[in-house]
């Protein structure tokens, strides 16, 4: 009959003591007494990990709680404090856009440079008209239409062909000063695209005729 030794792990188990290497029977047998009946001492260890994590979470708990607390809380008083400020007096600003360079009217500045349509009400209202038929309305009948019957100007064909040589799109402004009731300093700024400004001085003559004003001299 062939011996067959046992793992070390299972006598152990068994609670006995591992068998000797040698092959035979031993003289002396003696029967293993069992072991005294105790709680595992593993059950013991096992609890106190467990006590340990459940206070830990506890405190976790109890943490993350007061941290929420305190940011509810902390929302409610911004909140209040947003709702009081709305109800108070909140002052008016008024917002005023800066001033342009070329005002569409110079009634009460007459050393702002126009651009508008003018009218012919006035010395510098049919100077400024003049000067926007020319530019804007690029039309030679309009600006020899604007002038006196025995203006030194010459006639609306010739006019339109000085016309005709200013590149589309440019643009202009025309500063008055007066000099004496019908006689006014003109300072024309004539701004043509992808160039410099040019200014140009004259000196414009306009004469009323039945409630009507009209450019008379330019020189």
């Known amino acids: 009959m ?3 030794s046992r793992h070390p792990a299972v006598i152990d188990l068994l609670g006995g003591a591992p068998l000797p290497t040698s092959i035979g029977t031993p003289t002396d ?3 293993p007494q069992p072991a005294k009946a105790s709680k595992p001492p593993h059950q013991k260890r096992s609890r106190s990990p467990r006590l340990r994590y459940l206070a830990a979470l506890t405190v976790v708990v109890a943490l993350l709680g007061w941290f929420l607390l305190r940011i509810f809380s ?3 008083e911004a909140v209040r404090t ?3 400020s709305s109800t108070s007096e909140i002052p008016t600003v008024d917002v005023i856009p800066p ?6 009217s110079s ?3 007459p050393g702002t440079c126009r651009a508008d349509h003018g009218d012919q009400r006035s010395g510098p209202g049919v100077i400024a008209a003049f000067e926007y038929a020319y530019y804007i309305t690029r039309s030679g009948a309009a600006v020899r239409a604007l002038a006196t019957s025995d203006t030194s100007l010459p006639p609306a064909e010739t006019i339109q062909a000085g016309i005709d040589t200013v590149p589309t799109g440019t643009t202009h402004c025309v500063r008055i000063t007066p000099i004496t009731t019908d006689v006014y300093s003109v300072a024309l700024a004539e701004m043509r695209p992808g160039q410099a400004p040019a200014q140009f001085p004259q000196t414009i003559t306009t004469t ?3 409630g009507r004003w009209f450019v008379d001299v330019i020189t």
């Open 2 to 4: 062939k011996n067959t």
């Open 107 to 109: 009634k009460t500045d």
């Open 208 to 210: 009323n005729i039945d």
């Open 29 to 31: 047998v003696t029967s």
């Open 99 to 104: 001033a342009l360079a070329v005002e569409p």
């Open 82 to 84: 947003v709702d009081e």
């Open 74 to 76: 902390g929302d409610d």
